[in-house]
């Protein structure tokens, strides 16, 4: 089990930053993967970025590739990501979750956090 809490969203202009967070408590397995998606109303989920635990490695979405960057703090099992360059399409509830490394599968989601970007 874990619990994954996001926080950082909010309202930002058009060519703003924010950084997100997503917080880790009550892990008890090891970590295969952290991702984080969006979804934006009436439209489905969409990858963004992910980080596989062991290697370091990261992946983006193609929208977001060159604008965001996915990292952690391990001290604060924290994962975050920073969005640079917000454009009015990159408002969504973002929703970090997190693969265990018995499944490999996305099994833990946190509650999402609010971004808005005003044109």
């Known amino acids: 089990q874990v619990q994954l809490a996001e926080s950082g969203g909010g309202l930002v202009q058009a060519g703003g930053s924010l950084r997100l967070s997503c917080a880790a408590s009550?892990?008890?397995?090891?970590?295969?993967?952290m991702g984080w998606f969006r979804q934006a109303p009436g439209k489905e989920r969409e990858f963004v970025a992910s980080?596989?635990?062991?290697?370091?490695?990261?992946y983006y979405g193609d929208s977001v590739k060159g604008r965001f960057t996915i990292s952690r703090d391990n001290a604060k099992n924290t994962v975050y990501l920073q969005m640079n360059s917000l454009k009015p399409e990159d408002t969504a509830v973002y929703y970090c979750?997190?693969?265990?490394?018995?499944?490999?599968?996305?099994?833990?989601w946190g509650q999402g956090t609010q971004v808005t970007v005003s044109s």
């Open positions: 980080m596989y635990w062991s290697s370091g490695n990261t």
């Open positions: 009550g892990r008890t397995f090891r970590t295969y993967l």
């Open positions: 979750a997190e693969a265990p490394i018995i499944s490999r599968r996305y099994d833990y």
